[in-house]
């Protein structure tokens, strides 16, 4: 006996459809709303005006990232009355107001701790620098040297985070997925933000290196950086397993993506668009990976530029070198984070071994660039998150056990290249080299600057997410043109 009533096929597909079915197929509707909720910002947000906004200085950027904070008293701020005040509290009057970390900030004295070396002054570009840095004083009529950073960061990673990301807390876009993001990619075969990491060998100070230092926020993820490993595969999985061919793997990827397409018609996740592009990415990277990390044909006077410590997978000298690589393949931003420099009461020995790994290649990079004809057009950026103080932390007297601690009101960074001026000092600090007293360049400043080499406007390029516009600079930076060349 036949049923009085037979549900026709439509009926059935309707009431057997879920709350999820039914929101991700009304992709025009409440859909649409609830994912635009659920992500927090508009579905349209990725739109922005033509870039660049006006022709671009550098076509890339090396960023030489020395975590930990350098000390600019020791390095670059060269002050020669200090070698004599040596012992001296450094007057209340110099250090009010300015923040300190709890390690320091209680202290009752606060005796001048004298630079470690003496320093030279360059012939050519009349630039001090440390005999700790004899390659890179060598450089200093390529260089452009800032003395009067500043941030209001006491600690590292949030100091970190807001030189990369323009924000103390974690979760904004870093420096380089806003780059991508706004100039989108001039290489097929490699990601356009390449991120290298590296740390001294004794792992006597070093920071913990995050995930969202090279992260895109809220931004799609297609635009965050990719790290290199120094062991192994630079990316995971990048070998073909075996029995795999490389044309089985391809058709599989085309089979993947093509799914990937039918569901992001449906549910309109733009995480899905960026998981079609890892996997392409992945598949050319196969090929261009494996080329572009093979340093055999690089002849020894190029080698010898970057010092002995080339050929050591993980060393800051040969990510350096990789950088060089990775400019010529056409990558707009490569991030280098070098771990060390955290000396509270190791510095007479520990910031030797810094300069060690880090001077000659630093150097060595930009002469690279230099003989080939890139400099011209890719900034190399050399820095910290944060300087050192002037006064001493620990025993000043005992040369084993003494340091600095964290000092954001002033420190130094040099920056090559790219459109900026050569053999010149920007900025001036106090006799103690613990307050800035001329030409102060704050984090978004110095961002803003960088944005405008890159020819973008830091105010023009936005991301709209939870009901308001986000940039880089977020409502800050003013462009210090005093150092454009």
Wanted: aromatic share 10%; with cysteine.
């Amino acid at each position: 006996m036949k049923p009085a009533f037979a549900p026709s096929d439509r009926y059935t597909q309707l009431v057997s459809e879920t709350r999820r079915h039914f929101l991700g197929r009304s992709s025009l509707g409440i859909g649409a709303a609830a994912l635009a909720s659920l992500l927090g910002r508009d579905l349209t947000a990725d739109d922005h005006p033509p870039l660049p906004n006006f022709a671009a200085r550098a076509k890339r950027v090396i960023w030489l990232m020395q975590t930990g904070g350098p000390t600019h008293l020791d390095l670059f701020d060269y002050k020669p009355n200090m070698f004599s005040l040596h012992g001296q509290n450094i007057p209340e009057s110099v250090r009010a107001g300015v923040r300190l970390s709890t390690m320091t900030g209680s202290y009752k004295e606060y005796p001048v701790l004298a630079p470690l070396r003496p320093f030279q002054q360059d012939r050519k570009s009349g630039l001090w620098m440390s005999d700790l840095l004899p390659h890179t004083r060598a450089i200093s009529d390529q260089i452009c040297l800032i003395n009067s950073m500043n941030t209001e960061a006491v600690n590292h990673a949030p100091a970190v985070t807001f030189f990369l990301t323009g924000s103390q807390l974690p979760g904004r876009p870093t420096m380089g997925a806003w780059t991508t993001y706004g100039l989108g990619s001039s290489t097929q075969d490699l990601p356009s933000y390449v991120v290298m990491l590296s740390r001294d060998r004794e792992n006597s100070c070093g920071q913990l290196f995050y995930d969202y230092y090279w992260g895109s926020g809220f931004i799609p993820g297609k635009y965050q950086g990719v790290k290199f490993r120094s062991e192994g595969d630079p990316v995971l999985f990048l070998s073909d397993p075996p029995g795999l061919s490389r044309r089985m793997k391809k058709d599989l990827i085309d089979d993947i993506a093509q799914l990937d397409r039918e569901h992001e018609d449906t549910v309109g996740d733009p995480e899905i668009a960026t998981r079609i592009s890892q996997y392409e990415m992945a598949y050319r990277m196969q090929t261009s990976v494996p080329e572009l990390t093979d340093l055999s044909k690089e002849p020894q006077h190029i080698l010898d530029l970057y010092g002995p410590d080339v050929l050591r997978p993980g060393s800051f000298a040969r990510n350096c070198l990789l950088a060089r690589r990775l400019a010529e393949r056409g990558v707009q931003f490569i991030q280098l984070m070098h771990a060390g420099w955290d000396q509270h009461n190791n510095i007479p020995t520990q910031l030797e071994v810094q300069c060690r790994d880090t001077d000659q290649p630093s150097a060595g990079l930009v002469r690279d660039l230099e003989q080939r004809g890139l400099l011209e057009d890719t900034l190399v950026i050399w820095g910290g998150e944060f300087g050192r103080t002037p006064f001493g932390q620990g025993d000043i007297n005992n040369p084993k056990a003494h340091g600095r601690d964290h000092h954001g009101a002033a420190f130094s960074l040099w920056i090559a290249g790219g459109g900026v001026k050569k053999g010149y000092q920007h900025g001036k600090t106090d006799e103690y080299a613990y307050n800035i007293i001329e030409d102060k360049v704050h984090v978004h400043d110095f961002q803003a600057t960088v944005l405008h080499l890159l020819g973008i406007d830091h105010e023009r390029l936005t991301y709209r997410y939870q009901g308001r516009r986000f940039r880089l600079t977020d409502v800050q930076g003013n462009l210090v043109r005093a150092i454009l060349s």
